[in-house]
């Protein structure tokens, strides 16, 4: 478990990391033109070091399902592990700034106050979104839907945004993500009436279009907005948005030490580093890494939960984790082969 003293330098070094990143981004070069599937603005090595990042936030998402199981085991509503963690994330980063005495340079121009405030309505309608879900259908199939349906809005909003149609990358990479997420959750069955599944899979589907707008609108910088501050105060507002909901839930956490280490825990691992390296690697991912950049977080959680959980993976799960790794490959390989042919 992470201690307090390790906090502050967990959020140096993965911010050292991000600001390097969208410091190369900004060096435009002539490999980067040659790429429609790139980001303005964005060479070969800083796409794959996106990549890198996203594939990063969804490792560290992946053991938050974990640490919200434990959570709940000891009797917390699991609205108030969603407030929570937005909260304690959104804290944790906040503190840092004030100690680094960076808090009076938050920016007081239209479009980053925008920005955070989508951000923080965003998080808090997903959050919001996902947990209605598991109110109407199994928590299998809500996960499914929610984390299934991220990769096709986000490529449907990039050949949108662009006007045109989805290039044989991409879509290889949607298509392999989705059958292997399928195939890795089991095709979990909702049993409930026709109308009450219909309410769930909206609310899932809803929370699945939430986080891709999330992801589209982070995938631009705003001029003079600070990394740290776009995630830390936009946590901090969507926690602030889910309060009330999570008062009227129930907030209450046992005054132990597991429980109240878990939730620092999961405010500054799978919360605040995890969407740090989330924005981080938006900026320079390319096209196809933008869509399937949350695709390890239900592997990591697979692996957790056999290992931790003594949970077993059936062959069909097997399949499917293969194939979403082949999904994360397909951006590498492309990339690897275009730079082979010009090189």
Known sequence: MTSHADIPACLSTLEYAVVSENHSAARPSAAASSSSSLPAASSPGSARRGFALLTAAGVLWGTGGLAGHLLQADGVPPLAVAAYRLLVAGALITAFLAAAGRLGRLPRSRPPAVRLAANALLHAVF???YFASLAFIPVGLATLVKI????????VGICLAARRVPSRRLA???????AGLALLAGFPAGDAPPLTLALGLACALGAGLTF??????NRAPVAGLDPLVNVGVGLLAGGLLLLPAGLVAGMAVPARPLPLALLVFLGLVPTALAY???????????????????????LTAAVLSMVLLGEQMTAAGAVGAVLLLAAMGVDQAAEALRRRRSG
């Open 148 to 155: 299934g349906s991220v990769p096709v809005f986000v490529a």
């Open 172 to 178: 290889a990479a949607v298509l392999l993500a989705v």
């Open 127 to 129: 959050q919001s979104l």
């Open 212 to 217: 891709s707008v999330m992801t589209l609108l």
């Open 276 to 298: 740090l390296a989330y924005f981080g690697g938006l900026r320079t991912a390319s096209d196809a890494g933008a869509a399937v950049g949350t695709i390890a977080e239900p």
